[in-house]
């Protein structure tokens, strides 16, 4: 009778999906439930993986990019067909071009009803495909376990990345035996596990460290950029030791600092031009040469300095044509750099010519600033309450918190003002600048890093894209305090100048202007999060008190004179 009702036992399409994430290591998904995927989101959670459902797909995909970079394993996006798939195309190409893996799951339409103009009916491969490593869709249900398997692989492998895998409706609603799905996971799972990428074949690479420790131990200024790449491998323990051990000054792009902490005293962060400008050798550990790093290229860059990068993609070595490039992951390839250069040890000493310029124009910056800093000014510019909200970070110690940090001179000057000393707890808008990132972030970093604090800085223009998500925050009661920046607009209120203010809708706002001193705060209240609003250094240290201590959801409406900023921040010339 058992035997009976175990072989009567089925297994539908949604249940397999979830079953086979759950089985290759998936632990959270994020996305917006509806037809045909709202029961794949429940079996999923069933299964063990945990789904974080919010109000917008966009915001979603931003979290599963992050929750990638922050753990490395691929976050999991799931959206509805057409449309859903469409906006969730935000999250994929900006996990593919930041280098986060990442794996988006949609329904789609009946595959019996394609091409007759079936509910929300897209191509939805041919979509995705511009945005990803691999884009596969599962014609019967016992395609699932192996197709998830295969995608989460893909999506780690080489370069990390964006993968696509569709499931149509009907795919969904198919059935199988019980067995017969414990055993296509059992194979899947089998398979992948045999065909794991093995460590890097490059034949080069021997001589390619070796290469690289020889010219950092001839050089006369050389110098350590620190990628997000880096990062994300988990090196800082590796780059360390190699800045601690050889005395090279060191420079983090944005979200590498705190691989090594920002308070080191090799830091050239305070002196980046001139560390770029004059170092002859760079070791760039998990960056690409673009426009953060100003193509590598004079007069930004000494036309005469010497690359070493080491990178993952073999394809990016090629693009760049370095002096030496290594082709590896970020930390395997900086310990193999330390024993090489264990074996012929050198350090600049701190009264080195080179070491001595980068700390004396880094106290002498980082001094100017601290004198902008100790000021007091009301109406708010950007410096005070950066100051404030700096010190209260730091106040929070070990395991610090996860900085957010998105808008244009909100992010800008944050760079410079917020300290970071451990890796990985910084997230901005990346390499694609993108907007709206923010509360996807912050959930992605809650749902990783549960221990942590997660705080995000945010301008009023890069909250507005993602604001509706601070209703998800209180419904999972996730430890996040957003700080909005409110000054009145995109940059900072009307910026036009009188021959701009022309024609006949001369008296609509400016294409820059929010609603004045919008209540932000109160968006929080509505759905029964804490709100504040601040206009005064004692107020804004008594909200971050009180909202880091309580660790819920919070919004702190800092309210910031609108001509405090620069359009564009710093890049008025993009503009």
């Known amino acids: 009778m058992a ?14 999906a979830g079953r086979a994430l759950a089985a290759a290591g998936t632990r959270h998904m994020f996305g917006v439930v509806g037809i045909p995927v709202t029961s794949l989101a429940s079996r999923a959670a069933a299964a063990g993986v945990r789904f974080l459902a919010f109000r917008n797909e966009q915001s979603a995909g931003y979290a599963a990019a992050a929750y990638g970079f922050l753990t490395g394993s691929p976050g999991a996006l799931l959206t509805v067909s057409g449309p859903g798939c469409v906006h969730g195309l935000a999250g994929l190409s900006h996990a593919t071009a930041n280098a986060w893996p990442l794996l988006m799951i949609s ?32 014609t019967t249900i016992a395609d699932i376990p192996r197709l998830v398997f295969q995608a989460l692989a893909a999506a780690v492998s080489g370069r990390p990345g964006g993968c696509y895998l569709d499931i149509p409706s009907d795919v969904l609603h198919q059935t199988l035996p019980e067995s017969e799905a414990a055993a296509l996971i059992a194979a899947a799972a089998a398979n992948s596990a045999a065909s794991d990428p093995s460590p890097s074949k490059h034949k080069t690479l021997d001589e390619g460290i070796a290469k690289a420790a020889d010219l950092l131990r001839c050089a006369e200024r050389p110098l350590v950029v ?53 170092c002859d050798v760079a070791l760039v550990i998990g960056a690409r040469l673009n426009w953060l790093l100003h193509f590598g290229e004079p007069p930004k860059w000494s036309k005469d300095v010497k690359f070493i990068l080491v990178d993952v993609s073999e394809e990016e070595i090629e693009l760049r044509k370095p002096h030496v490039g290594i082709v590896g992951d970020a930390k395997r390839v900086t310990e193999l750099i330390n024993r090489e250069i264990k074996d012929n040890p050198f350090c600049l ?20 600033m601290e004198a902008q800093l100790v000021k007091d000014v009301v109406p708010f510019n950007f410096m005070t309450p950066l100051r404030i909200i700096r010190d209260a970070i730091l106040a929070e110690g070990s395991p ?14 944050g760079r410079a003002v917020l300290v970071q000393n451990e890796p990985r707890t910084r997230l901005d808008a990346g390499t694609w600048g993108t907007m709206g990132v923010g509360l996807g972030y912050c959930i992605a970093a809650a749902a990783a890093e549960p221990e942590r604090l ?84 004692d107020e804004l240290k008594s909200a971050l008190s009180e909202s880091f201590r309580a660790r819920k959801p919070a919004v702190i409406n800092v309210i910031i004179d609108p001509y405090a900023g620069a359009e564009s921040g710093r890049m008025q010339h993009k503009n």
């Open 3 to 16: 035997s009976d009702s175990t072989a009567a036992v089925t297994v539908d399409g949604s249940a397999l």
């Open 107 to 138: 329904g789609s339409c009946d595959q019996a009803d394609a091409g007759r103009g079936d509910f929300q009916e897209l191509d939805q491969i041919a979509a995705t495909k511009p945005f990803v490593k691999l884009a596969v869709k599962a």
């Open 226 to 278: 620190i990628g997000k790449g880096a990062a994300y491998a988990r090196a800082e323990e590796a780059i360390r030791k190699l800045v601690d051990t050889t005395g090279i000054p060191f420079l983090p792009t944005p979200m590498g600092k705190g691989v090594v902490p920002d308070s080191h005293p090799l830091s050239a962060t305070a002196a980046r031009s001139l560390a770029i400008g004059q």
């Open 349 to 368: 000493a701190r009264s080195h010519p080179w070491v001595e310029a980068i700390t004396k124009k880094a106290n002498d910056n980082v001094l100017k």
């Open 400 to 413: 610090a918190p996860i900085v957010v940090s998105e808008g244009a001179n909100t992010m800008d000057v």
């Open 454 to 537: 997660v705080v995000a800085v945010e301008g009023d223009s890069g909250f507005g894209f993602s604001a509706m998500e601070v209703e998800t925050l209180v419904r999972y009661q996730l430890p996040v305090v957003v700080i909005v920046f409110n000054n009145n607009g995109v940059y900072g209120g009307d910026r036009r100048s009188p021959d701009e203010i022309t024609g006949p809708y001369k008296g609509d706002p400016a294409p820059t202007s929010f609603v004045p001193a919008a209540g932000y705060h109160k968006m929080m209240e509505a759905f029964g999060g804490k709100g504040y609003l601040v206009e005064t250094p």
